[in-house]
């Protein structure tokens, strides 16, 4: 059989069972979009505080562009890094509060390098159930033992680590706002138990980086744990608007990452003009530290909207909102027909989320007004309604 053939019969199965994925091209990114002359609300963006076309940040990336042209031209290790990563990596740093920070290529790059750096074959990895795949994906790139204990579910997490051989490095891991549910990890109890046992401690704090805790420090700002947790990875591709990954640390264990991640090493160093944004977005932060708390205030408003109209919410308590369908198909049939009366939104399905719980991912921006939203949930309700998915 040629390869044309079996990947022809692959894809026909995966369209069969309404998990083929397509890659969609928009005219702009953020919560508003207009295609072909019409106007949609994008709830499919992760721009959450519209800093991707904040003109300070495009102003920053530009000033950087200009000073030090389009690409870093090597890797960090050799002559790619610039004064400008420098900085970012500092200004991340103090707005985490940690001692130190490293930038990576982008988030899924930022976990790919951690892990294997941390845990080997003699060591314990052990993830919430629903983290996301660059971390699963790294725990099999370690090739160390994995444990999965039952999501937010810290108790179960304590069995696990009382059950591991005492030898070898453990390694707890967890997000802090998952990304499909949209609920928030119980650090203070998860960062009791690595404690307890001795475990490592890495939470992923992409989509609570610019949203949560003090200025948009994430979630372990808020919950004072930085010295509790010994990595924080963010990305700067959400809430910042702009692009890459990165991990707050100490001062040695940034010393071993450079040595050792090699998903750090062996790659060119982000571009300057991406760094300018992100210095820009981080200006923005400092300057208007309660963004966050209004776009939280706002999904609040969303999601009691949807759920008083009799859809599912799950225990989202974010920015992310998802609408639980349970189906593929008529996720896919409820996105579309949604996109029809003007509104942009992701249809999930598995792997990506565990099967038969089919969703919506709705995430609210700052480029949504209070009175988009209102009426976004109402016709999300009748829509759902229409497609018999309510």
Same mark, same amino acid.
């Given at each position: 059989?040629s ?7 692959? *894809? ?5 069972k309404?998990?083929l994925?397509?890659?969609t091209a928009?005219p702009?990114?953020?919560?508003? %979009?207009?295609?072909?002359? $019409?106007? =949609?609300l994008n709830?499919?963006?992760?721009? =959450?505080?519209g ?11 530009r000033?950087?562009? &200009? ?5 870093? !031209?090597?890797s ?9 990563? &420098?900085?970012?990596?500092?200004r991340l ?5 940690y001692?130190?920070a *490293?930038?990576?290529?982008? /988030? ?6 951690? %892990?294997?750096?941390l845990?080997g074959?003699?060591?314990?990895v052990?993830?919430?159930?629903l983290?996301?795949? @660059? #971390?699963?994906d ?23 680590l009382?059950?591991a051989?005492a ?7 967890t997000e802090?706002?998952f990304s499909?549910? /949209? ?6 109890d998860?960062?009791?138990r ?7 401690? #890495?939470v ?6 610019g949203v949560?805790?003090?200025? /948009? ?11 509790? !947790?010994t990595?924080?990875?963010?990305? #700067? +591709?959400? /809430?910042?608007g702009? =692009? ?6 100490s ?14 090493? =062996?790659t060119t ?7 300018g ?7 923005v932060? &400092? $300057? ?7 776009l939280?205030? $706002? ?17 989202? +308590?974010?920015?992310? %909102?998802?609408?639980?369908v ?11 027909? *949604? ?5 942009i939104?992701?249809?999930i $399905?598995?792997p990506?989320?565990?099967?038969g719980t089919?969703?919506?991912?709705? @995430? ?5 007004? &209070? ?7 109402? *016709? ?9 998915a309510?």
């Open positions: 059989m390869v044309e053939s079996w990947i022809d019969e692959e *894809l026909k199965e995966l369209e069969s309404h998990l994925r397509r890659a928009y702009a990114a953020g919560g508003r %979009v207009t295609i072909d002359g $019409r106007a =949609y709830f499919a963006s992760n721009d =959450y505080l800093l991707a076309g904040h003109p300070d940040v495009v102003a920053a990336s000033r950087a562009l &200009e000073q030090y042209g389009a690409g870093a !031209t090597a960090r290790l050799v002559a790619g890094t610039l004064p400008i990563h &420098e900085e970012l990596e500092q740093a103090a707005h985490k509060g001692p130190a *490293l930038l990576f290529g982008s /988030g899924f790059l930022t976990n790919m390098g951690m %892990v294997p750096a845990v074959r003699s060591d314990h052990f993830a919430d159930r983290a996301h795949a @660059s #971390l699963m790294a725990v099999t790139l370690s090739r160390a033992s994995l444990h999965r204990f039952r999501h937010n579910d810290a108790d179960h997490l304590g069995e696990l009382a059950k051989p030898s070898g490095r453990k390694l707890v891991m802090s706002i499909m549910d /949209g609920d928030a990890a119980p650090l203070p998860i960062a009791e690595a404690e307890k046992y001795g475990a490592m401690l #890495l992923d704090e992409a989509h609570a980086t949560f805790g003090p200025a /948009g420090a994430g979630l372990t700002a808020e919950h004072n744990l930085a010295a509790r !947790t990595l924080a990875m963010g990305t #700067l +591709s959400k /809430g910042l702009s =692009y890459g990954g990165f991990v707050a640390c001062n040695s264990m940034r010393r071993w990452l450079i040595a050792q991640a090699r998903a750090f090493i =062996y160093a982000l571009p300057p003009a991406i760094a944004a992100s210095l820009g977005a981080l200006d932060l &400092e $300057r208007q530290p309660d963004l966050g708390r209004d939280l205030r $706002r999904a609040e408003a969303f999601r009691k909207n949807l759920q008083a109209a009799g859809l599912n919410t799950l225990k989202s +308590s974010s920015q992310i %909102v998802p609408v639980l349970g189906d593929n198909e008529r996720t896919l049939t409820l996105a579309t027909r *949604l996109r029809e009366k003007g509104l939104v992701a249809a $399905r598995p990506t989320v565990p099967p089919a969703r919506l991912r709705l @995430s609210v921006t700052l480029a949504h007004a &209070e009175a988009e939203l209102a009426a976004a949930a109402e *016709l999300i309700a009748n829509t759902a309604r229409e497609a018999g309510l």
